[in-house]
């Protein structure tokens, strides 16, 4: 019988989401500075770092409530969910390429 989801999001070594730079959510583990260190490199530093503490929204909720590691770059978007959040005017790619690098390095990071 194999590992239910809860299972195996409580055996990631570590998830990770993004969405832009406007903070970063985390769990102990070897990406909570590394988060941040990696995208203050990129030239992309986060708004702000949430307290370990905070339980997170969507699905980041679930993996922290089952006991799950992930580092989750989350912000907001005015026009998300709405016709108008379409390339290239509502999209920054410059600042997409350097949250790109960052959590590429992250994960690299995170694999060593």
């Known amino acids: 019988m194999g590992s239910t989801t809860d299972d195996r999001t409580a055996r990631a070594a570590a998830w990770l989401a993004a969405w832009d730079r406007q903070g970063v959510h985390r769990t102990a583990t070897r990406g909570d500075e590394a988060a941040a260190d990696w995208l203050i ?7 702000r770092i949430a307290p ?14 089952a006991g799950g590691c992930y580092v989750t770059l989350v912000g907001s978007n005015p026009l998300f969910h709405l016709p108008q959040d379409r390339w290239p005017h509502a999209v920054d790619t410059a600042a ?3 949250i790109t690098a960052a959590a590429a390095g992250l994960v690299l990071n995170l694999t060593r």
């Open 96 to 98: 997409i390429t350097r």
């Open 52 to 65: 370990k503490t905070l339980v997170p929204s969507g699905e980041t909720r679930d993996i922290h409530r």
């Open 41 to 47: 490199r990129a030239g992309q530093p986060a708004d």
